[in-house]
Every structure is written in C-alpha cells, then in structure tokens.
C-alpha cells in the first residue's frame, strides 16, 4: 500500500526555470492538496482538488499551476521559479467525506531555487 | 480568521514521563481537529482526528481531547519513549477546503 507517492526528493532549479512536482496516490481519495512548509510559517495550502477535473486556490497559489485529470494524479507545476519558492512541498489527500477523513501525506519533495 | 497555536514549541522529558502537547484555536466553528506527527525530512502522519461533536480519541498511548468551546486540544502521551521524538502538529477544519495547522512542537524524550 503505497499511499501518496511524491517525486522528485529533492530538485534545484535556477531562477526562471519551470518544473513539475508530481503526486500520486492509490487509496482511490477524491480530494487532493499541496501545502508548502517553510520555517517559522508553518504548512500553507497552494491549490486542492475535490475531484477529476476540478481544481481551487488555496492560500497561496500565485506562481503555481495545478489540473486533475484522473482521480490518482495532482501535479503541481512551478511557471517560473523564483527564490521565494525555496521551500518543502507536501501532496496530501483525503476520502470523501473530508470533514471527518483524516488527511494523507506524501514524504515531500525539498526544492531550492537559487 | 482562524489562528491555531502550539506551546511549548519544544519540550524534552525523560523516558517514561507521561506528557501533554496543547493546541488553541480562535475560531470555534469547526468541523474537526487532526493531530499529525512529523519525523525530521518526512511528510505528516495522521495519528487522531476528533470530530467536532466528540470530546475525545484514543489510540494506543495517545489521547486526544477537544474543548471547543473554550478553543482547546490537548494530546496525552503515555509512557513516552525515545522514538515518540518527532514534532507533533495540530489542524483544524473550518468550513473552508484547508485545513489551519499550528507550528507544531517538537518533543524530545531522552533515554
């Protein structure tokens, strides 16, 4: 059982460059997120997904691009690296009824832009 | 808008002291409160998640109480062992689609 399933570990990107952050997961969860976790400022949720083809904002998308296309993908892609996105970014997912299904993460993926 | 707070941000105790991590919110109206632990370069494990109508879970050493009138969670460990070391994390769902988290506080038990 293999849950949510991030890639890559880490990545370093150089300013401007645009990249995707991939997260699968196999538990058949209709609801997706990605948060970032920065020191001092704790998880920030970036966009979420209640389903195949939907998407929102979160608290801080600008500078990111999510879709979802089928129920197990929610990649996240970065348009234009800056340094201020130098952060841990965490997948996360829950079933459907998600005010009492407790949340899954992923393991992460370190990013650093410089 | 809602403002979850842990303190102490860190705590170490001896092997075998029973311990309680706290957990403040300032907006009562919510749906639920998850505890989550975070090991060091590691993403967050769901460890108890109480509904806004109970008052508290239990899971082996653990338990997690809610007060949601008075804005408040606790999380009692039993027992603590070294490898209960991590960073323990608190999150609240409102109405919103995310979910609030504290800073966390980071424990440490000693052999």
């Known amino acids: 059982n293999a849950g949510v399933t991030q890639t890559p570990k880490f990545q370093v990107l150089k300013t401007g460059q645009s990249m995707t952050l991939q997260c699968a997961q196999d538990m058949n969860h209709e609801y997706m997120s990605w948060y970032r976790q920065d020191p001092g400022m704790g998880l920030r949720l970036i966009h979420y997904?209640?389903?195949?083809?939907?998407?929102d904002q979160g608290e801080v998308p600008n500078g990111y691009n999510v879709s979802r296309s089928t129920t197990e993908d929610f990649p996240l892609r970065l348009l234009s690296a800056a340094p201020s996105q130098t952060s841990v970014y965490f997948c996360?997912?829950?079933?459907?009824?998600?005010?009492?299904?407790?949340?899954?993460f992923g393991n992460g993926t370190r990013l650093t832009v410089t | 808008k809602q403002e979850v707070t842990q303190i102490p941000a860190a705590l170490s105790v001896p092997e075998g002291e029973n311990l309680v991590l706290n957990c403040s919110f300032t907006?009562?109206?919510?749906?639920?409160l998850q505890w989550f632990r975070q090991d060091p370069g590691k993403g967050l494990t769901s460890l108890l998640l109480i509904q806004s109508s109970q008052r508290e879970q239990t899971s082996g050493r653990l338990n997690a109480s809610l007060d949601k009138s008075s804005g408040r969670s606790t999380l009692y460990i039993a027992a603590s062992q070294p490898g209960d070391s991590a960073t323990y994390l608190c999150?609240?769902?409102?109405?919103?689609?995310?979910?609030?988290f504290g800073k966390g506080t980071k424990l440490t038990v000693n052999p």
């Open positions: 999150a609240v769902k409102g109405g919103s689609e995310k979910l609030v």
């Open positions: 997904s209640v389903g195949a083809g939907i998407t």
């Open positions: 996360a997912s829950s079933g459907l009824d998600r005010n009492n299904s407790p949340l899954h």
């Open positions: 907006d009562s109206a919510i749906y639920n």
